[in-house]
């Protein structure tokens, strides 16, 4: 909301040294936030001139200039500039004659830019100054011509003060006005906001007496699909104006006020309807009544139906669209925008003034459904005062006689139906309890009265009738925060408040920042990816083998494309990385933590009947509940493509492979003191012998691997991608509640390798832990450092190197005693699996 300074004043007492920013911080106190500040950017010497004579000289380049001798000021004085009363001035327009009066900007001024005036030699004259056109004086777009005095229908005396004369010394302030306040999108509003600030007297432009019994006009509200049972009119006001000069000049104030509220003038009628709604809040339409047939019907549109309104666009009407009719159908959406065939033009001279109050939600409705968002639209959708109706039209009617010359006709009607706002009982010490603010009764009596509000003591309690423009006032928690907004926010204490003991993160949710952490400090960008995935999607990545998996299907999903909830992470870290690339992210490391859903097969869920809401539910009816909702287990996966280590001088790229989120997973694992073993594994959408099954003891709870190169090719994804995804809740489970530490031992350690020969099907990690338990206690580490396949093994077989270290806790371990069982852990390997130690 743009509020012109000049124009508030009118209403509130302003303090003469207020600057804009002074008003915008009063304003700031009670709720109204500032946006910016808008100045007619102009300075300096403008006056009124009076053209004497010009000659016409033709240019070379063909265009005609005219050499003007101009009246700057009354004859025998000196002009503004301190210089001659005549002046010498080049133009370039054509659209004045000898005798007319004219805006000079003489040398020394500013116009909007900045655009600064002097005397400067141009076409073999000095010109002296300017003759200016409105859109040089920030006055509007026409730039044709040169601004004439008398086409505003006014006639100064030369030398006059232009900037004064055509109001293009105001400023304007821009708030932001909160859906709740819909009566601070006018003068009237934002002057009331402005007293209770400051505590200045504020003077009501509503407040003016209306005539009555007003008769002539047939008005009908026939609403046959009420919007949550409410009736879409509750008021329609109608005046007659006859013999209106559609054609008469809008004054300089009117045109100047209304470009600084951010709208354009357009003509003097619509003008007048719009000024009376920035001022009132009121929205305002004007209709030509020559065009009228028979009397006004509001009703709701059928289907089908059509109207074009007044931006020339013929909109087909919706059923449960509030229309104005009259004998030739449809005439305008109401509240929203009016209709070509009753507009008043240039050549209306009698009017109907319309001003009615409408339902909120069918406004809003309205507008939305045809996007057409309306300055009318704006206001009825936050509430209009429906008591300022008969105000705003009486308003109308003054203005359009006395700047129109119309005549104010006892023809018009009133329709309401609006009822009482209901009473709010506001308990004693109410306000203080929700607060923490002490407010005396007569203070909250003095905001209460203050904002518009009626008071009554009913036994003991205080009972609060809300004022006709406060619609968002309907319970006693609305009156307190008035209280609150008036009295001053800086009278609540800002009071730090003390956790209770026992509260803060679960473990689980420790664990699960702690797992998140890990990941971004090894350099992965967590993401969220949407949760709705495609049947194919979830066939492929919700099971590591062909078998059937059941998945939830939404019943209105939202992309028929994607109507389930996703079994594994994976399928959304693939459309990111594809998105991310597309954008030229070649080197990605993502990771997501979130749910995915696991139903059951053969089970059904979301059958429950929902209970009725009228009380609190047994705990079988929420057991119930909680059993038709399918498992959510919580899981943790990364994915890397491109490098992992970038091109550099010295060191060539090296790619992403499944060791990268190997370590990844190693990560997560130490994140929460869980050992995850990494073991061979299968997965139908994982490259054979690139995969890996991860596991805690012998509990499944994820893989890792690379994606095939066909379904990475499938996502435009280069060849390799290495994923990996974890049960998250299931490595919670295992996750010790207490992390046990071991004694760091003094004794030197024995290492010594092994190098076994067993079946290229034997999987590494077999033989790993063969050795590890044959060697006994006296093994302190073992590491698979080498998988050598090639001459000097047979075909079908492989030698797998590993590193032990042995030490013992008491003494110093001797070669032999390392030997010893370094051979007990090859005979179990060989007693298990076959293998052989390499010669």
Same mark, same amino acid.
């Given at each position: 909301m743009r $509020?012109?300074?000049?124009?508030? @004043? !009118?209403?509130?007492?302003?303090?003469?040294? &207020?600057?804009?920013? +002074?008003?915008?911080?009063?304003?700031?106190?009670?709720?109204?936030?500032?946006?910016?500040?808008?100045?007619?950017?102009?300075?300096?010497?403008?006056?009124?001139?009076?053209?004497?004579?010009?000659?016409?000289?033709?240019?070379?380049?063909?265009?005609?200039?005219?050499?003007?001798?101009?009246?700057?000021?009354?004859?025998?004085?000196?002009?503004?500039?301190?210089?001659?009363?005549?002046?010498?001035?080049?133009?370039?327009?054509?659209?004045?004659?000898?005798?007319?009066?004219?805006?000079?900007?003489? =040398?020394?001024?500013?116009?909007?830019?900045?655009?600064?005036?002097?005397?400067?030699?141009?076409?073999?004259?000095?010109?002296?100054?300017?003759?200016?056109?409105?859109?040089?004086?920030?006055?509007?777009?026409?730039?044709?011509? *040169?601004?004439?005095?008398?086409?505003?229908?006014?006639?100064? !005396?030369?030398?006059?003060? &232009?900037?004064?004369?055509?109001?293009?010394?105001?400023?304007?302030?821009?708030?932001?006005?909160? =859906? /709740?306040?819909?009566?601070?999108? %006018?003068?009237?509003?934002?002057?009331? !906001?402005? #007293?209770?600030?400051?505590? @200045?007297?504020?003077? /009501?432009?509503? @407040?003016?007496?209306?005539?009555?019994?007003?008769?002539?006009?047939?008005?009908?509200?026939?609403?046959?699909?009420?919007?949550?049972?409410?009736?879409?009119?509750?008021?329609? $006001?109608?005046?007659?104006? +006859?013999?209106?000069?559609?054609?008469?000049?809008?004054?300089?104030?009117?045109?100047?006020?209304?470009?600084?509220?951010?709208?354009?003038?357009?003509?003097?009628?619509?003008?007048?309807?719009?000024?009376?709604?920035?001022?009132?809040?009121?929205?305002?339409?004007?209709?030509?009544?020559?065009?009228?047939?028979?009397? *006004?019907?509001?009703?709701?549109? #059928?289907?089908?139906?059509?109207?074009?309104?007044?931006?020339?666009?013929?909109?087909?009407?919706?059923?449960?669209?509030?229309?104005?009719?009259?004998?030739?159908?449809?005439?305008?959406?109401?509240? $929203?925008?009016?209709?070509?065939?009753?507009?008043? +033009?240039? %050549?209306?001279?009698?009017?109907?003034? !319309?001003?009615?109050?409408?339902? +909120?939600?069918?406004?809003?409705?309205?507008?939305?459904?045809?996007?057409?968002? #309306?300055?009318?639209?704006?206001?009825?959708?936050?509430?209009?005062?429906?008591?300022?109706?008969?105000? @705003?039209?009486?308003?109308?009617?003054?203005?359009?006689?006395?700047?129109?010359?119309?005549? &104010?006709?006892?023809?018009?009607?009133? $329709?309401?139906?609006?009822?009482?706002a209901r009473p709010i009982v506001l308990p004693v010490g109410f306000a203080a309890s929700l607060v923490g603010v002490d407010y005396t009764d007569a203070e909250e009596r003095g905001v209460l009265t203050e904002i518009g509000c009626t008071l009554a003591d009913v036994e003991g309690q205080l009972v609060v009738t809300p004022p006709s423009w406060r619609p968002d006032l309907a319970g006693k928690a609305d009156l307190v925060e008035e209280i609150a907004r008036i009295v001053g926010y800086d009278r609540i204490p800002s009071v730090l408040p003390v956790a209770p003991p026992g509260r803060g993160l679960t473990r689980e949710q420790a664990a699960r920042r702690a797992v998140a952490d890990a990941l971004a400090s090894a350099g992965s960008t967590e993401v969220l990816a949407y949760p709705f995935v495609t049947a194919e999607s979830n066939e492929l990545f919700g099971n590591a083998t062909d078998e059937p998996i059941q998945a939830v299907t939404l019943a209105n999903a939202m992309d028929a494309r994607r109507p389930q909830l996703r079994t594994s992470l994976l399928p959304g870290l693939i459309e990111i990385a594809h998105r991310n690339l597309s954008r030229g992210l070649t080197d990605q490391s993502l990771s997501e933590i979130g749910l995915v859903f696991r139903p059951k097969l053969g089970v059904a869920y979301g059958s429950t009947t929902l209970p009725s809401g009228t009380e609190r539910p047994s705990a079988e009816a929420l057991g119930a509940l909680n059993d038709g909702i399918p498992p959510q287990p919580r899981h943790v996966a990364v994915l890397d493509v491109g490098n992992a280590i970038a091109k550099q001088p010295g060191q060539p790229a090296v790619a992403v492979g499944v060791a990268d989120v190997l370590a990844r997973v190693a990560q997560i694992g130490l994140a929460i003191g869980v050992h995850i073993d990494v073991v061979q594994g299968a997965h139908k959408a994982l490259h054979p012998g690139r995969t890996a099954e991860l596991r805690i003891g012998d509990e499944p709870i994820g893989f890792a691997g690379e994606l095939l190169p066909d379904i990475a090719d499938e996502h435009d994804l280069p060849r390799v991608v290495a994923v990996a995804e974890l049960n998250l809740d299931a490595v919670l489970k295992a996750a010790p509640t207490v992390v046990a530490t071991r004694s760091i031992l003094t004794q030197p350690a024995a290492t010594q390798d092994l190098s076994l020969v067993v079946s290229s099907y034997v999987a590494a990690a077999d033989v790993r832990d063969a050795v590890r338990s044959g060697a006994g206690d006296l093994l302190e580490d073992i590491r698979l450092v080498d998988d050598y396949r090639g001459p000097g093994v047979d075909d079908e077989q492989k030698s797998l190197t590993f590193a032990l270290r042995f030490r013992a806790a008491d003494r110093t371990l001797t070669a032999a005693e390392a030997s010893e069982a370094k051979l007990a852990g090859a005979e179990r390997a060989g007693a298990l699996f076959g293998a052989a130690i390499r010669d």
């Open positions: $509020v012109p300074l000049g124009w508030l @004043a !009118e209403y509130v007492e302003i303090p003469t040294d &207020a600057t804009p920013e +002074s008003v915008q911080a009063a304003l700031v106190k009670v709720g109204l936030e500032e946006e910016d500040i808008h100045r007619v950017e102009l300075s300096g010497p403008i006056v009124i001139g009076q053209v004497l004579e010009f000659v016409e000289e033709p240019q070379k380049n063909g265009k005609v200039i005219r050499w003007c001798q101009v009246r700057v000021a009354p004859e025998g004085t000196t002009a503004a500039d301190g210089g001659d009363a005549v002046h010498g001035i080049v133009c370039g327009a054509h659209n004045f004659e000898p005798g007319d009066k004219v805006v000079v900007t003489l =040398p020394g001024s500013m116009l909007p830019g900045p655009f600064p005036i002097a005397a400067r030699k141009t076409y073999g004259h000095v010109s002296d100054g300017m003759i200016a056109s409105p859109r040089e004086l920030g006055m509007g777009d026409d730039h044709d011509g *040169i601004l004439t005095v008398k086409s505003l229908g006014l006639d100064p !005396e030369v030398g006059t003060d &232009a900037v004064a004369l055509l109001g293009l010394d105001d400023t304007a302030i821009e708030i932001n006005v909160t =859906p /709740d306040r819909g009566y601070a999108f %006018s003068m009237r509003g934002v002057a009331r !906001e402005f #007293s209770h600030s400051t505590g @200045a007297r504020f003077s /009501d432009p509503a @407040a003016r007496d209306v005539p009555t019994g007003l008769a002539g006009v047939d008005v009908q509200v026939d609403d046959e699909a009420p919007i949550r049972g409410r009736i879409g009119c509750s008021v329609f $006001v109608t005046r007659g104006v +006859s013999g209106v000069d559609a054609g008469a000049p809008t004054p300089p104030w009117m045109a100047a006020r209304l470009r600084l509220a951010g709208i354009r003038s357009l003509s003097i009628l619509v003008d007048i309807t719009n000024y009376v709604m920035l001022e009132l809040g009121q929205p305002i339409h004007g209709y030509d009544s020559d065009a009228l047939t028979g009397g *006004i019907v509001v009703r709701r549109a #059928s289907a089908g139906e059509k109207l074009t309104t007044l931006d020339d666009v013929e909109r087909t009407l919706d059923a449960e669209d509030l229309l104005i009719t009259d004998g030739s159908g449809p005439i305008g959406l109401a509240g $929203v925008m009016g209709g070509t065939s009753t507009e008043m +033009s240039a %050549s209306t001279s009698n009017v109907l003034i !319309e001003a009615a109050n409408f339902d +909120s939600v069918s406004i809003a409705r309205t507008a939305r459904r045809h996007k057409l968002p #309306s300055e009318a639209s704006k206001r009825f959708e936050r509430g209009v005062d429906p008591q300022v109706a008969a105000a @705003a039209a009486d308003r109308v009617v003054e203005l359009m006689v006395s700047l129109a010359g119309g005549t &104010a006709e006892s023809r018009g009607s009133e $329709v309401d139906t609006t009822v009482a």
